[in-house]
């Protein structure tokens, strides 16, 4: 018998809910959220964005610099975002540090 998987992430999306960050602060999930997802999706590893200091090479120095890498790519493929420097794209970057 096959299980039938919900669309979408499970949780509410918006920012009213406090799941997700207000652009101007931002533009990721929040500690709320993050518990929200895992909660509705168990086994997943998902965490709050690295935003203090790390030590090179650290678990932490390893998620940025792959979120780093990931979000370029997301510059390259929406340049509309990539321009403005109020996109949640370009506020995510800031709040991680890129």
């Known amino acids: 018998m096959a299980t039938t998987r919900k669309k979408g992430m499970g949780i509410k999306t ?3 809910s406090g799941n997700f960050r ?3 602060s931002g533009a990721g999930m ?3 959220g993050v518990k929200a997802y895992r ?3 168990p086994g997943s590893k998902l965490k709050t964005a690295v935003t ?3 030590k090179k090479g650290s678990k932490d120095a390893k998620r940025r610099k792959s979120f780093c890498a990931r979000s370029a790519g997301q510059m390259k ?3 509309k975002a990539a321009k403005d420097p ?3 794209l370009r506020q995510a970057r800031r709040r991680w540090k890129c």
């Open 30 to 32: 929040t500690k709320k």
């Open 14 to 16: 918006s920012v009213k």
């Open 77 to 79: 493929q929406f340049p």
């Open 22 to 24: 207000k652009t101007k």
């Open 52 to 54: 203090g200091k790390v």
């Open 39 to 41: 909660a509705a999706n």
């Open 86 to 88: 109020n996109s949640r």
